[in-house]
């Protein structure tokens, strides 16, 4: 069964940063574009960024643009997800996902695999 595990979730206060890691099986890593969504309470899940097999492309949401970075290390099947400036809208449960095929998308229907999430909380 293909995983992917989330880590680097916790509590922050507003402007401050976290590193959101997500490593994942080979099936689900090699050669498939990854992606970040989240679930705040309440709201539908979202999407966040995603980022292309090679890395060379990459997209971002709107509310994220200029504060959050994606990265990935294929050498150790490792997608990262860098969090600046942090606001309390950030909150929210944080997924990763892989999707069988190398171009990034923003439409998570189009991801194949899925980590159980890790909890961001920022405070104001």
């Known amino acids: 069964q293909e995983q992917l595990v989330e880590s680097g979730g916790g509590l922050v206060q507003a402007g401050g940063s976290l590193r959101l890691s997500c490593a994942a099986s080979?099936?689900?890593?090699?050669?498939?574009?990854m992606g970040w969504f989240r679930q705040a309470p309440g709201k539908e899940r979202e999407f966040v960024a995603s980022i292309s097999w090679s890395g060379a492309s990459t997209l971002f949401a709107d509310s994220v643009k200029g504060r959050f970075t994606i990265s990935r290390e294929n050498a150790k099947n490792t997608v990262y997800l860098q969090m600046n400036s942090l606001k309390p809208e950030d909150t929210a449960v944080y997924y990763c996902?892989?999707?069988?095929?190398?171009?990034?998308?923003?439409?998570?229907?189009?991801?194949?695999?899925w980590g159980r999430g890790t909890q961001v909380t920022v405070s104001p």
């Open positions: 996902a892989a999707r069988n095929g190398a171009i990034p998308s923003q439409y998570d229907y189009r991801y194949d695999y």
């Open positions: 080979g099936r689900a890593f090699n050669g498939n574009a």
